[in-house]
């Protein structure tokens, strides 16, 4: 199974920013839907936003709306995640994930997946 690769996670204080990369390895990213999921231990994998192939159409989780911003460069095959005032409930695994179906909320649905990288948000 192909997957993709996130980069730009961290630790960071509460109200302060991240951007998270995804970037996928082997195949062209904009032929598919590009979701961001986040994980924290204990709970389940969680939805926080998605963007359509052609970067028309988002949608973010209502705890994150006002304060995440996804989007993609096509030519550099990158999908993108600006965090924002970032809150200690934001910290958790995140990961990438690319299927057909948009926006899904059932992990099944999504052919490729990164391996994640972790956002703390501590004082």
């Known amino acids: 199974q192909l997957q993709l690769v996130e980069s730009g996670g961290g630790l960071v204080q509460p109200g302060g920013s991240l951007r998270l990369s995804c970037s996928a390895s082997?195949?062209?990213?904009?032929?598919?839907?590009v979701g961001w999921f986040r994980q924290a231990p204990g709970k389940e994998r969680e939805g926080v936003s998605c963007i359509s192939s052609t970067g028309g159409r988002t949608n973010y989780e209502d705890s994150v709306k006002g304060r995440f911003t996804i989007s993609r460069d096509i030519a550099k095959n990158m999908v993108y995640l600006q965090m924002n005032s970032l809150k200690p409930e934001d910290t958790a695994a995140y990961y990438c994930?690319?299927?057909?179906?948009?926006?899904?909320?059932?992990?099944?649905?999504?052919?490729?997946w990164g391996q994640g990288t972790q956002v703390t948000v501590s004082s």
């Open positions: 082997g195949f062209t990213l904009d032929h598919y839907n």
């Open positions: 994930a690319a299927g057909d179906y948009y926006c899904s909320g059932y992990v099944s649905h999504w052919r490729y």
